[in-house]
């Protein structure tokens, strides 16, 4: 019983357990920080050139359909 008591009061929010969490945390480094920018403009751009080509086709087909 008493360690069910002490389980919920560890899951509890206090200024004092979040900055314990932030302390554990490993923020990441210039180079890595550099390389996951990079990865999320790439795959950004990646994804924007493919949805661009999705409406080509869409509205190429939307014409041949219509008109």
């Known amino acids: 019983?008493?360690?069910e008591k002490k389980?919920?009061?560890e899951r509890t929010y206090s200024p004092?357990?979040?900055?314990?969490e932030l302390?554990?945390?490993?923020?990441?480094g210039f180079k890595g920080l550099m390389k996951s920018s990079g990865l999320v403009i790439l795959?950004?751009?990646?994804f924007g050139f493919y949805f661009f080509i999705c409406e080509?086709?869409?509205?190429g087909?939307?014409?041949?359909i219509v008109g």
């Open 56 to 59: 080509l086709v869409a509205s």
């Open 23 to 28: 302390k554990q945390v490993e923020w990441p």
């Open 7 to 9: 389980e919920r009061k």
């Open 16 to 20: 004092k357990g979040i900055w314990r």
């Open 61 to 64: 087909l939307l014409k041949v």
């Open 43 to 46: 795959f950004t751009l990646l």
């Open 1 to 3: 019983m008493a360690k």
